[in-house]
Every structure is written in C-alpha cells, then in structure tokens.
C-alpha cells in the first residue's frame, strides 16, 4: 500500500462501462492533517488535479472539500458531447464518497472513548473484508491478516502479535451449479477451515477476546413467511447443515472463555460484487424479472450495514448468533419491482422456476426460489442503527442513483 506524500504514485484501473482504463496518479500538495493532491501522470483526461482537504469548524466537526479540476480528452468538442454526463457521474460519486466518510466517523466517534483494536481477518481480500478492512483502519484499529496455507484441508497461519479479535470471513463462494465437488468444497472451506482456524486460535499463549465468524440466514433453511429471529430453530437442507456444522465447531473458543458471535448473513447488496452486479445486465436490458413466484422473501442488507454489523459485534458485549439482515426482508417481486424502478427499466419477463431449476440445478431451489424472512432481534435491541433500512435507499446509494446533494458541491 502506498502513502500519500509528495512524490508518491499510485496506478488504478478504472472502467467506462466495459472499457477498462489505465490511470497512472502522483501525490503532491502533501500536509499532513489537511491536504494531499492527485494529479494525473497518465490517464483518460487531458487534465486532471484533485485536492483533497479538510478545515476544522466549531465543536470538533470539519469539512471535507474535493476541489477536482479536469478536462476530457478531445475538449472542447468533448465537452460539448458528454460534458454534461461525465459532472453528472462526478457529482453522484462525490455525493458517495462523503456520505460514506461522514457515516463512518460517525460511528468510530461513538466509540471515541475506546481502546482501538488490533484485528485479524480471514477472507480479507473478500467483498466483506475489502470493505471491513478499510472501514476499521479509518478508525485507527491495527489490522493483521491471517492467511491460508494449503488448498484441500486449509490450516491457517495467524499473526504472532496478540490480537483483540479475531474475524473469520473465508470460505467458498455458493454461486455455480452444486456438483459434488462444489458441494464438498463449501462444507470443507466453512466447517473444516473453521474447526483449523479454533485449533490454531486455542494454541496460542495469547487468545483474542473476541471472535466474529461468519455464518449465513441458510441456517434456517426454507421457511416461507415465518419471522424468523435468532432464536428460531435451524431448518433442512444442505446449506442448513453446512450453517449448524459452521457454527458448532465455534463452540471450543466458548468453552474456553471467548466471546463468540456468529453473523448470519444476508443477501449482501453492493456495486461492487455480490448478487447486485450480476443482476444489472439484464435488469439495464430490460429483460428483469421476478423469479418463480415472486412471492419468496429474501432477507437483504447493505454492505455497509453487514460492515457495520461486523464492528458492532466487535465494539459492544454480544455473543451468539447474530441476524445481519435489514428491518425488512422484502418477497422477489418486491426486489424486482424496486430495482426496475430505479433503473428506469420494465420487468417484465420473469423467470419460470424449471428455467432457474435447470440453469442453476439445486442452488436454484435452496438460494433463489426459497423464502427466508429473518429480523435482525439482536441488533435492534442492543442499540445497532442501520443506515440503510429501506430497500429502495439501499439500492440508490450502492447504485450511484440517490438525489443529488450539497454534500458533492
């Protein structure tokens, strides 16, 4: 990871639609606390200078200002063409990047009076710990990542400095037909890799306080329009199973003094991965729609409330399962109605559940066609406020779509 200091370059690859783009950026303008700039060495622009800064006002609050100077390639004839476009997109993502600095410092300020933590993380190069990771060292905790060693039968190799806590991410992903070897690769990513990673936590003369291990709202299985809360019981099935055997090889780091907290996660919504990106292409044809019925509830949250989640585990004095899952789970039709909306897109194609059935085999009936209507019981009654609670709010701002507003000027 680089630094910020005059000199310093940094290359990105950006994408216009398909397009990938090289962009090469060297910092300058560098003062500590209040400044650093961005020029493009090379790039998309003709021109491009971006300060960055923030100035102190009353009661220990600052402003963050983004002063962007550009020309596109090609001006002004360009300007003419997609000028208009081009401030559009830089408004909607200032409007992003300040909201989501605004919230997280709020958060970290409520816990202004702690101890930061040292943190090591599985899974950290995953959608989660991407966002995790970037999340907690905004907030000056020190991150570690533990890394796997071997593929088949992972063991896990945990940093030598003591640890706070320890949050448990990895495992293989559940998208892509269930043949068998997929199917033993999932329960071996999530229940061995867990029962390695105790065993190596346990043999440590210094032991994290805290542990944070991923689990998934698949441990109730289908259950139709139940209100399903952490204390429901686990339902049947394959990811059922695999989610009660997840969970139980946690049980060690109990009896051994630790708190524990298994998140149940739900449908993650992101831009940036996850079940959303993949549903755009169609949804932006305007060939979306509902799958089977419609009529099945998939239990949702944003993926800065499943960070947020995550942290609050880490912050507060909770142990057991947890439901990381938005106030209200919302059926597919629901789903399919809000995305089209926002996009500006019809849906009127649904898909029948033999054609979901046959392209995706059992992950169709045990992931896309089933209904799980969980509540987040235990993040509501100990204080977790969501930022986003409400589908359509959740969509607009990982989607780029909310209204503009003076927090991009």
Same mark, same amino acid.
């Given at each position: 990871?680089?630094?910020?200091?005059?000199?310093?370059?940094?290359?990105?690859?950006?994408?216009?639609?398909?397009?990938?783009?090289?962009?090469?950026a060297?910092?300058?303008?560098?003062?500590?606390?209040?400044?650093f700039?961005?020029?493009?060495?090379?790039?998309?622009f003709?021109?491009?200078?971006?300060?960055?800064?923030?100035s102190?006002?009353?009661?220990?609050?600052?402003?963050?200002?983004?002063?962007?100077?550009?020309?596109?390639?090609?001006?002004?004839?360009?300007?003419?063409?997609?000028?208009?476009?081009?401030?559009?997109?830089?408004?909607?993502?200032?409007?992003?990047?300040?909201?989501?600095?605004?919230?997280?410092?709020?958060?970290?300020?409520?816990?202004?009076?702690?101890?930061?933590?040292? *943190?090591?993380?599985? %899974?950290?190069? /995953?959608?989660?710990? =991407?966002? !995790?990771?970037? &999340?907690? +060292?905004?907030? #000056?905790? @020190?991150?570690?990542?533990?890394?796997?060693?071997?593929?088949?039968?992972?063991?896990?190799?945990?940093?030598?400095?003591?640890?706070?806590?320890?949050?448990?991410?990895?495992?293989e992903?559940?998208?892509g037909?269930?043949?068998?070897?997929?199917?033993?690769?999932?329960?071996?990513?999530?229940?061995?890799?867990?029962?390695?990673?105790?065993?190596?936590?346990?043999?440590?003369?210094?032991?994290p306080g805290?542990?944070?291990?991923?689990?998934?709202?698949?441990?109730?299985?289908?259950?139709?329009?139940?209100?399903?809360?952490?204390?429901?019981?686990?339902?049947t099935?394959?990811l059922?199973?695999?989610?009660q055997?997840?969970?139980?090889?946690?049980?060690?780091?109990?009896?051994?003094?630790?708190?524990?907290?298994?998140?149940?996660?739900? *449908?993650?919504?992101? %831009?940036?991965? /996850?079940?959303?990106? =993949?549903? !755009?292409?169609? &949804?932006? +044809?305007?060939? #979306?729609g @509902?799958?089977?019925s419609?009529?099945?509830?998939?239990?949702?949250?944003?993926?800065?409330?499943?960070v947020?989640?995550?942290?609050?585990?880490?912050?507060?004095?909770?142990?057991?399962?947890?439901?990381?899952?938005?106030?209200?789970?919302?059926?597919?039709?629901?789903?399919?109605?809000?995305?089209g909306?926002?996009?500006?897109?019809?849906?009127?194609?649904?898909?029948?559940?033999?054609?979901?059935?046959?392209?995706?085999?059992?992950?169709?009936?045990?992931?896309?066609?089933?209904?799980?209507?969980?509540?987040?019981?235990?993040?509501?009654?100990?204080?977790?406020?969501?930022?986003?609670?409400?589908l359509?709010?959740?969509?607009?701002?990982?989607?780029?779509r909310?209204?503009?507003?003076?927090?991009?000027?």
């Amino acid at each position: 990871m680089g630094t910020i200091h005059d000199g310093d370059t940094i290359d990105l690859e950006v994408r216009l639609g398909p397009v990938p783009l090289r962009w090469r950026a060297r910092h300058e303008a560098y003062r500590e606390g209040k400044q650093f700039c961005d020029v493009q060495d090379g790039g998309p622009f003709k021109l491009w200078r971006h300060v960055h800064s923030t100035s102190p006002v009353d009661g220990g609050n600052s402003i963050l200002d983004d002063d962007v100077t550009y020309q596109l390639p090609a001006s002004p004839v360009s300007d003419w063409i997609a000028g208009g476009f081009v401030a559009a997109k830089f408004d909607r993502m200032f409007t992003y990047r300040h909201r989501t600095t605004r919230e997280d410092l709020r958060i970290h300020a409520r816990y202004g009076d702690r101890s930061r933590l040292t *943190v090591a993380i599985t %899974g950290s190069s /995953g959608l989660i710990g =991407r966002a !995790l990771s970037s &999340f907690l +060292s905004a907030g #000056g905790h @020190r991150l570690e990542r533990i890394l796997r060693e071997g593929s088949d039968t992972p063991s896990w190799s945990i940093p030598e400095v003591p640890v706070d806590a320890v949050v448990h991410l990895a495992g293989e992903s559940v998208d892509g037909r269930w043949t068998d070897a997929k199917r033993r690769r999932i329960r071996d990513s999530r229940v061995e890799g867990t029962k390695r990673l105790v065993d190596a936590i346990l043999e440590r003369d210094e032991r994290p306080g805290c542990v944070v291990c991923a689990s998934a709202i698949g441990f109730y299985g289908d259950r139709g329009t139940d209100m399903l809360g952490e204390s429901s019981d686990a339902g049947t099935g394959f990811l059922s199973d695999v989610c009660q055997d997840w969970e139980s090889e946690t049980r060690p780091l109990s009896d051994a003094g630790i708190r524990v907290v298994q998140a149940r996660f739900g *449908v993650i919504l992101s %831009g940036f991965g /996850g079940a959303l990106p =993949r549903m !755009l292409p169609p &949804f932006r +044809s305007g060939l #979306g729609g @509902r799958l089977g019925s419609g009529a099945q509830y998939v239990s949702w949250v944003s993926l800065d409330d499943a960070v947020g989640a995550i942290h609050h585990a880490l912050m507060e004095d909770h142990a057991g399962p947890m439901n990381v899952v938005a106030p209200f789970a919302v059926t597919n039709q629901e789903l399919t109605w809000t995305l089209g909306r926002i996009l500006g897109r019809p849906t009127p194609f649904p898909v029948p559940s033999a054609v979901a059935r046959l392209a995706f085999g059992e992950m169709a009936d045990a992931m896309l066609l089933s209904s799980t209507r969980c509540v987040p019981d235990r993040l509501a009654s100990s204080g977790y406020d969501f930022r986003y609670p409400d589908l359509e709010d959740c969509l607009r701002f990982q989607l780029g779509r909310m209204p503009l507003s003076e927090e991009a000027r």
